[in-house]
Structures are given as structure tokens and as C-alpha cells.
């Protein structure tokens, strides 16, 4: 019996900051643009918050990546208040 070797994400990697500035980035272009649903951009944005939110939280976080996550956190909200309001 072979075992599997498939490498296992480390539990304590967390997001790049850049890669969830980038989705956050894309929706708001998408949003602008019309060119997504607004319930898919409301989907998305959820996932973004619960992450964001789950990162910021976290004790072991340094002061200076907790202060980026924290104003990505405030960006999301913001976008997803204007969806709200677009209705």
C-alpha cells in the first residue's frame, strides 16, 4: 500500500494581503462596470468579509499586516453598502 505524499497546506499560512486587495479590486472594476451580477459581486464580497474579518481577529497577527487586512476589511464594507443602496 502506497501512501499519499500530496503536500499539505500549512494551517497557519494566511492570505497574501495583495491577492485579497486584488479580488476586492476586481469586484469593485466588475461592479463599476456592470459586467457581474449584483448577487454574484454580493457572494463574493460576503467570502472577502468573513476572511478579512477572521484575519483581523486573529491574536497572533502582527500590529502592521492587522492595519492592512483592517483597511481592506473597511474597503469591503464600503463597496458592499453601495450595492446595497443601488438597488
Known sequence: ??????????TDDKP???????????VDQQVSSGSIA???AKGILYSL??????LVGDPDLP???RSG????LETARELRARLEHSK
Do not use: R
Open 1 to 10: 500500500m502506497t501512501q499519499d505524499e500530496t503536500p499539505k497546506p500549512s
Open 16 to 26: 497574501d494581503l495583495e491577492h485579497l486587495d486584488a479580488a476586492l479590486t476586481h
Open 49 to 54: 468579509i468573513e476572511t478579512l474579518g477572521a
Open 69 to 72: 487586512y483592517e483597511g481592506l
Open 38 to 40: 449584483s448577487g454574484a
Open 63 to 65: 500590529a502592521h499586516a
